[in-house]
């Protein structure tokens, strides 16, 4: 996912070259359009990142004392 929003990042770079050169809309649709969905797919990808991340560190957590403590019971 991370490669696929830097490609949109490079398409939106593009676009809003063109969008200046020209002055058409469908290049500010464009624009628009590519880095909405770069933004939305970076997103994405740091959360599923961070989550992971999260995920990993709980199954490596070393038991608290109240988790030791009702164990003894």
């Known amino acids: 996912m991370l490669i696929a929003a830097l490609v949109l990042s490079l398409a939106a770079f593009v676009a809003l070259v063109y969008y200046i050169s020209t002055g058409t809309l469908a290049a500010l649709v464009g624009l628009f359009v590519a880095a909405g969905l770069g933004l939305i797919l970076f997103t994405a990808d740091w959360v599923k990142k961070h989550r992971q991340d999260r995920v990993r560190i709980v199954d490596h ?13």
């Open 61 to 73: 957590a070393e038991p608290s004392a109240r988790d030791v403590a009702e164990g003894d019971k």
